[in-house]
């Protein structure tokens, strides 16, 4: 990590110091019960900069990072989401500052920047199963995000242009687990109401190779879905087709870069790279 990225991300000119080991997790999520935020099988902590001992500490309120640690059940979870959220970047698609840090048992754990914090100030924001009044985040569609997206935003067609593209970087990279909550609005003040930066972002099809292609539906369809299915979305966000996919021409050889020096088993980068293939490929996409 450079001198830059350290001081953007945590206001230090050193990385900090996660001083509890991966079996330390559980008793430490005990302790903050209802504060804890659990999504599946991985837990999630909300931690705080303590600067004298420049160490990531748990915290109940006042979290400024959320940690993502390793689980038994879908191994290197942490280095498959750093790795999406590179490959966002490159993409010039937003996201906040995010790496891996060993704990003290060495293991990687994803620490991201919480978006509803600047500078010790909560941002209000909502994701689309809140918005939606949607208590099952696996229903619905993103035609229903679409919609409601160019209602409430304060920028509503470069919104969903945005929202497109993010639909089509989670199918390009596998992610059949972008849910309702994966999808966010942020209310900064009554004149800025805007999609947040895209966040969740994981190649599931590793972990779960039978997973659809989608969570939600598209097209009325959550598995083999095509480029007519997209195309569809397009026209009824009303993206002009020139700008629909360029952001994902020619960039194979970027994104295998990325997932070369990728901390992903090496293994398994293989497979990512026949995903990412075979989704292009769908999408009748150059390389």
């Known amino acids: ?31 903050l019960t209802d504060k804890l935020s659990i999504s599946g099988v991985q837990p999630k902590l909300s931690v705080k900069l303590g600067k004298k001992q420049n160490i990531l500490i748990p915290v109940a309120e006042g979290g400024e990072y959320i940690l993502k640690p390793q689980t038994p059940t879908f ?12 490959i966002a970047e490159n993409l010039n698609i937003a996201i906040p500052l995010h790496c891996l840090i060993p704990l003290k048992d060495n293991s990687l754990a994803y620490v991201v920047k919480r978006l509803d914090r600047e500078k010790s100030i909560k941002i209000h924001q909502e994701d689309f199963a809140q918005i939606l009044e949607q208590t099952n985040k696996y229903k619905g569609s993103v ?26 970087l989670n199918f390009i990279l596998g992610n059949g687990d972008a849910h309702l909550k994966n999808y966010s609005i942020s209310y900064r003040d009554k004149d800025n109401i805007r999609l947040t930066p895209a966040y969740d972002i994981v ?11 989608s ?47 990728s901390s992903i088993a090496k293994g398994k980068q293989q497979q990512f790279l026949e995903i990412i293939e075979e989704r292009l490929a769908c999408l009748r996409l150059p390389k």
């Open 143 to 168: 035609e229903q995000i679409g919609r409601k997206l160019k209602e409430i935003s304060s920028a509503p067609g470069y919104d969903a242009q945005l929202f497109f593209e993010r639909v089509i």
């Open 1 to 31: 990590m450079t001198e830059k990225f350290l001081k953007a991300m945590f206001n230090s000119s050193k990385c900090p110091v996660i001083d509890f080991n991966l079996a330390d997790i559980s008793q430490k999520a005990q302790k």
């Open 215 to 261: 969570a939600i539906t598209i097209n009325g369809k959550k598995n083999k879905l095509k480029i007519e299915d997209f195309n569809k979305l397009a026209e009824y966000l009303n993206i002009p087709l020139k700008v629909r996919y360029e952001k994902f021409e020619n960039k194979f050889d970027a994104m295998r870069k990325i997932i070369d020096r």
């Open 203 to 213: 190649c599931s099809k590793l972990v779960l190779p039978d997973e659809e292609d």
């Open 75 to 86: 191994p290197n979870i942490p280095e498959n989401e750093q790795c999406c959220m590179d």
